[in-house]
């Protein structure tokens, strides 16, 4: 067990579905991140949230919509996919979300659009 | 830009040692870290190094030259449980991960 854990591990859906990616940490932890794996490439950073407040962005398509309730529970709400945005989408936490932290990373959802 | 090289894939032997480099370029350095993740699973972190040099932790240990900009990751005593992706990811004045595609280790018996 990691501390960060991620619901659903796995996930298929059409371009027109809805739905969502949760991640939760019981480690204390005041940052909260999400990134996009995909295979040979580089970790993608798409979201930081510091205390429930969205800190950073990095242009990524209004599809994904984050939401922070509280410092522990993060979401990414999925809504009218592309097949190209199958991957593994990582949820990670952090003491701080900015120095040089480590990051504690989840296992991940497998997500495919079809 | 900003970017970071590691190789795809490497193959060792159970029992031998494997060296997988990392070189990056980044707007600043802040150090640079290595992941290990196993397929299917978390990312986990190994080390941490701003420092030149060497520190080792077990059978792991990691180098770093600043004004190189390199570093590798030293594997010995492999075990069939190395087999493994290795993630390097460097940070840069912002504090920005850089992070490297990874480098598949397999091991064989």
């Known amino acids: 067990e990691t501390g960060v854990t991620q619901t659903p591990r796995h996930l298929v859906m059409g371009m027109t579905n809805k739905k969502s990616l949760k991640c939760e940490q019981h480690l204390g932890h005041n940052a909260m991140y999400w990134y996009k794996q995909s295979a040979k490439k580089p970790l993608e950073l798409m979201f930081v949230?510091?205390?429930?407040?969205?800190?950073e962005n990095n242009s990524v398509p209004s599809r994904f919509s984050p939401e922070c309730p509280n410092s522990s529970h993060l979401f990414l709400h999925l809504h009218t996919l592309q097949p190209e945005d199958s991957a593994l989408y990582l949820c990670a936490s952090s003491q701080e979300p900015s120095g040089a932290n480590v990051l504690t990373f989840g296992a991940g959802s497998r997500l495919t659009v079809l | 830009g900003q970017n970071i090289d590691q190789p795809t894939e490497m193959t060792a032997t159970e029992g031998a040692i494997v060296q997988i480099n990392c070189t990056y370029q980044?707007?600043?350095?802040?150090?640079l870290f290595w992941y290990q993740q196993h397929a299917g699973e978390a990312p986990t972190f190994l080390s941490y190094n701003v420092l030149d040099g060497l520190e080792e932790k077990g059978r792991f240990s990691s180098f770093l030259s600043r004004s190189k900009g390199y570093s590798y990751l030293l594997l010995k005593e492999l075990q069939m449980k190395d087999s493994a992706s290795y993630l390097c990811a460097a940070m840069d004045s912002n504090y920005q991960l850089i992070w490297g595609a990874g480098t598949k280790l397999i091991i064989k018996p």
């Open positions: 980044t707007s600043g350095f802040n150090g």
């Open positions: 949230y510091s205390l429930e407040e969205r800190v």
